[in-house]
């Protein structure tokens, strides 16, 4: 789960990290007078959306003034903000936060993340703060310094100062890097976080290390233990089919493409994907109705996929194992003749009362298209959509 800045900082503050005063709001005239208590003549309007690169897509400004502070609040507030990770169609920015100005220093990118190649949490920091650490990792992964967290210990103080030293950070500075990394570390561990990004942690002129942007999300299945952080969710910035799909505890993910995938188990999911794409076909999503589901979590999974306009076939690929398919086969009967689905519908179906299944829809009367095996099916649905 992901949450908007502001709320990070809310988050991060609570654990004794620096962030800069500001203050929220989605009504202008209620922005300009709340940010009164903003003594800073100098103000940074921000764009709320779930997605970085909002200052390249026009979603930051800073304001000298207050009449600069109404026109950039006007100009956001509202718009739809286009960045590398919204995609074309972009978000609708609803929520604006206003912000103090910074006497800055210098800039520094600090992060944790779970590394899985060594199972264990790490600390990241950089020079380059302010640029997407993807791009650093790329160009210049020698300006990356990381410390990898023992889950016994959690973050040592003496590894935080050897991450300050790397960023050629001295004297006082040194011991507030090392408290500021310490906080984050236990924010991180406290709220099972999946990622805190600090993009950039700056050092003032006045000698202070604060957050000046933060990006946090959460590990879902860690999120039954953290109600006060469930009430951060924004459905507004969430799929609308992924919210459904929520609801009977499937596993969807929207992609960009025009062939709908129903499988069953998250491997399969991800081959029958990629054989789609080898045959010249974009899959639409990602859906896996998991090993025992029933014929009306198959009927709402079906709802979910013919609900994105942009898909123009369907292919069910379907291994039964303790899922049986006839029970699929029952869904898709059910599924087809409440939504009137009239796209191409190709269906392979193999395991646990196999014969049953094809039985079953055979008899139907239904416009579905056979397959003998995966690959087969994934020619039939590219072939059939083109």
Known sequence: MKIHEYQAKEILKRYGVSVPKGVIGD???????????????????????????????????????????????ENILGMQLVTHQTGLEGKKVNLL???????????????????????????????????????VAEESPELIFKESIDPLTGLLPFQAR????????????????????????????????????????????????????AKMSFDDNALYRHPEIIQYRDLTEEDSKEIEAKKYDLSYIALDGDIGCMVNGAGLAMAT????????????????????????????????????????GIFV?????????????????AATSELGITVP???????????????????????????DDMKDGAFKIVSAIK
């Open 273 to 312: 994907m990629d054989i789609i794409k080898q045959l010249g076909g974009e899959p639409a999503n990602f859906l896996d109705v998991g090993g025992s589901a029933t014929k009306e979590k198959v009927t709402e999974a079906f709802k979910i996929i013919v609900s994105d306009p942009k898909v123009k």
């Open 162 to 213: 050897e991450l300050a030293f790397k960023l050629g950070l001295k004297g006082k500075i040194i011991s507030k890097a090392v408290t500021f990394m310490l906080a984050l570390s236990k924010s991180f561990i406290d709220t099972d976080a999946s990622l805190i990004e600090i993009n950039p942690l700056v050092l003032t002129k006045e000698g202070d290390l604060i957050a000046l942007d």
């Open 317 to 333: 690929n379907i291994f039964g194992g303790i899922m049986k398919c006839d029970i699929i086969a029952e869904g898709i009967i």
């Open 27 to 73: 009504n202008i005239n209620d922005l300009l007078e709340k940010s009164e208590i903003i003594e800073n003549p100098i103000k940074v309007v921000k764009a709320q959306i779930h997605a970085g690169g909002r200052g390249k897509g026009g979603g930051v400004k800073v304001a000298k003034n207050r009449d600069e502070l109404k026109q950039y609040c």
């Open 97 to 135: 936060l206003v912000e103090e100005g910074c006497n800055i220093e210098k800039e520094f990118y600090l992060g944790m993340v779970l590394d899985r190649a060594i199972g264990r949490l790490v600390m990241m920091v950089s020079t380059e703060g302010g640029m997407e650490i993807e791009k």
């Open 345 to 371: 519908l190709v269906v392979r179906l193999e395991g646990t009362n196999v014969e049953k299944g094809k039985a079953l829809l055979n008899s139907s009367g239904l416009s579905i298209i056979s397959a």
